[in-house]
């Protein structure tokens, strides 16, 4: 068989923060393609540079703990003379607080459910929570730091409880407090809390002949990763 090389190229760009006013150095830079992952830090310009890139169809996912996150699809291409591409720049979003209470469905509450934005994983690899998804406490109530604004559903489930969401509009930098989330939904038929592992985080979503099992979280530099799940 053959195996086929393509030549990389360097790749530059820009962060910044406050509809572009400042720079957001010491911002995360990840570039996702298939089968390939780079990363990189902006600099106190703003600035960064990647110089193993091949062309090709990429996510750039930009985030920083104080200033936002953005993201950006960008298609990379050789340059004349071996001129750096230049990726357009990202501007970052001020991330939403959302606070809240996950009842059972005669409004009790449920400690230990799992939360997050969008699909709540249904089967979680062993070890940490995948990134995004937060726990209620003891009382039934959760905090889920750096949400993109927009409209947002938000989702818990509880094994042996059931399934529930809710949806809240945010604005850059909201804090949105007493969201109330209820488990109206049948938990999954054998009650399990399933947990495997495995690179990738589970979901379901309703289909039109019952539940689809979506792909929700894959493992940073996993196989998985490099196998191009996204």
Do not use: K, M
């Amino acid at each position: 068989g053959r195996l086929g090389l393509r030549r990389a190229t360097a790749v530059t760009g820009r962060v910044t923060a406050v509809r572009g006013r400042q720079p957001a150095p010491g911002a995360r830079v990840v570039f996702r393609g298939e089968g390939v992952r780079r990363e990189a830090r902006a600099d106190l310009n703003g600035e960064y540079r990647l110089g193993d890139v091949p062309p090709g169809a990429f996510t750039v996912s930009v985030e920083h703990p104080e200033l936002g996150r953005g993201s950006l699809e960008v298609t990379v291409t050789r340059r004349e003379r071996d001129r750096p591409f230049e990726v357009p720049t990202i501007d970052l979003v001020e991330a939403a607080v959302v606070r809240g209470r996950v009842l059972d469905a005669a409004g009790e509450a449920v400690p230990g459910a799992r939360v997050a934005v969008g699909v709540v994983p249904a089967y979680l690899p062993q070890g940490a929570l995948p990134q995004g998804v937060v726990v209620t406490d003891g009382a039934g109530e959760f905090v889920r730091e750096g949400v993109e604004a927009g409209r947002r559903t938000v989702s818990a489930q509880a094994p042996g409880v059931g399934r529930g969401s809710a949806t809240v509009v945010l604005g850059a930098g909201d804090e949105h407090r007493d969201l109330v989330i209820r488990l109206t939904e049948p938990p999954a038929e054998d009650g399990h809390d399933w947990r495997g592992g495995i690179a990738v985080t589970l979901g379901e979503r309703d289909g039109r002949r019952g539940p689809v099992v979506v792909l929700v979280h894959v493992a940073e530099g996993s196989e998985a990763e490099r196998a191009g799940l996204q």
